[in-house]
């Protein structure tokens, strides 16, 4: 406080925008320090009438400074008080002559004042002030007025002058810096304000939403929720934990009730660098299960690095329900064609058996391969129609993929040889697992029949199982045709084809691979595929053995 004070007073006399009556009351201060000073050794010229005159003086000014509100009245008029103080120094200093040439520095005070308020007008008053009260008296007095005698006179108008000039100087830098502080801050508030308005209308949009959006950070911590999550996050958490993190919550494969292993949930998989779109998850307690089509993007910083995640979580249930209504359509319709095509293609096998002439076995020939193609056709949509339906419909018992492969395997070795495809196996014994068999021999024979069929004569099939990092693995690779990476990213979806294989005459439907993908994913397995084209393909499924043991209990 003690130290500042004096800074504070200071301020308040530099600022050219204060008010005139506290400068003029420390100049008067000033002045009557002196005054006392002078009075404790000269009495006498204290009270001489031109001592008198100057306290007058400075009399007028204090109370022209205290007494007028000079801020109504126009900037140039308040000059009047430190002229005025500038006489009463002059008055003082003409009567102590040589005795007190310092005095004449008190001048500094009103110049600084006067350059302070009126810039380079108050300046050249100051100078022409000091002249007049101070220079012209002293060289009316001296008794002889040469050069120096002018020379030592002017030198304190030119000092004043300098004062004054360097005021106005600083003066201006400071306004400068003055102004480009204020427009920064103006600037920083503007956008502060932006910033604030535009984190309103996200929450706001983000919570009018009926999707949950979920942020994150590349730790996995959470950044943003929207209203929406919080009520998908209430449906996922299991009762009695209050605050559950991913790997507690009740998140299953659709149609089961096998929990989808921690680091295929879909915000672990988000935080883990994953984009992916359209993963179904079933969230909720069984029974009360609703279904999320859930999606994530990598959110990148202005250098290009990740620095999360966004996940959106849609309720699908409805629509899943309704697909499904309409599954079951198909698949009743299916049904009551198996019965019929297998007894046609029974007949017409017998047909054949008899000694026909070559154009009728021919004719019938065709007739069979078509109705089997067709039978295979319906199966699949049938096996369709169990991978969507539920757990119910999925017989999980214990089985080893690499016997199921084996199996597999013996129905196409045959098919291979027909078509001139070397067929090579090599089944590692994998951990027994708990499979649907019957299903994932259906994925499995779609992964053979696409390799035997895509793959010209004088190539080679392999299906291989083994264990890998934790994994029971099966890889079925050809030497066939093979596909681009534009290809490969449609390749599960229903009704695809490549373009070759469409303008080939290999027969298909494009239901295979999407059928193998929802069995595999059913039973809580992962299938991916790599592949060039002209060179071949790889199809590769994968079981983790953990996930299996912890999912089964102890
Ligand atoms: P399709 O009945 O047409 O074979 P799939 O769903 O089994 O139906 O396969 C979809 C498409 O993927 C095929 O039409 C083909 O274009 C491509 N495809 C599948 N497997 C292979 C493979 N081993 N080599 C090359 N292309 C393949």
Redesign the pocket.
Known sequence: MTQTAPLALMSEIASPTRGTSVKQLYFTAFLLTVTLLIALSRPAVVASGQYLLALSVLGLATGLAVGIRWEKHPAGWAALVPLLDIAAVGLVRDLLRNEAIAMSLLVVIPVLWLAARLQARGVALAVLATTAAITVPSLLRAETVDTLTIAVAALLPLTMLQVGLLTVGGLRVMDGQNRELTSALTEVEESLGQAAAAKQLLTSVIDSVDVGIVVVDVDGNDALWNRAQHRIHALATPPDVEDPDEARLRICFPGTNRPVPPAQRPVRRAVLGETFSNYVVTLGAPGAQASYSTSARQILDHQGDRSGAVVVFADVTSHIETVRSQERFVAGVSHELRTPLTSVIGYLDLAREDDLPEEADALLGVALRNAEQLLHIVEDLLADQVTRSGTQELELRTHRLSEIACDSAASFRLEAAKAGVSFVQDFEPTPALPLDAPRLRQAVD??L???V???PAGGTVTVRTSVQDGHAQLE?S?T????SMQ?QAN??T?Y???A???GST???????????RRIVVALGGQISVR?APGE??T?TLRFALDSFEAADGP
């Open positions: 779609n992964l029949s696409n390799a069929k895509y793959t079925v050809d066939g045709i093979g596909m290809e390749l599960f229903e695809y084809r490549t070759t294989a469409r290999i027969a298909g439907h494009g239901i295979g691979l999407a059928l193998a592949s071949g393909s199809f």
